[in-house]
């Protein structure tokens, strides 16, 4: 829905597939973005694998986990079914 939003209003090409299914070139972004992602899938390390490739020279990634550090809040509030996996800044840095 979003996706077919983005390409009939914006002109936006979408490419709504799975990371692994996906057939791009090396070097073709000067930005990609994970927002709240990487700690959904099976194998994290694979996939960022692939952004860094996928990276123009000089390009960035960026990635956002949540937070697995030690807080205040209850542990249904921080931990969720969904996740896979959990980082803290040195696991996320160590799997990039």
């Known amino acids: ?3 077919r939003y983005a390409r009939d209003t914006h002109g936006i090409d979408v490419i709504n597939a799975p990371w692994q ?3 791009l070139p ?3 972004f000067d930005l ?9 899938l099976r194998a994290p390390v694979d996939a960022i694998g692939a952004m860094a490739r996928w990276l123009a020279p000089g390009g960035a990634l960026f990635l ?3 937070d697995m550090r030690p807080n205040d809040r209850p542990a ?3 931990f969720h079914f969904a996740h896979v996996h959990g980082f803290v800044p ?6 990039a």
Not at 33 to 40: F, G, L, R, Y
Not at 90 to 95: D, G, M, R, V
């Open 26 to 28: 090396d070097g073709q």
């Open 90 to 95: 040195a696991t996320l840095q160590a799997a």
């Open 1 to 3: 829905m979003f996706a």
């Open 76 to 78: 249904f509030e921080r």
């Open 64 to 66: 956002s986990v949540p």
């Open 21 to 23: 299914a996906v057939d």
């Open 32 to 40: 990609i973005t994970s927002n709240h992602v990487i700690e959904h």
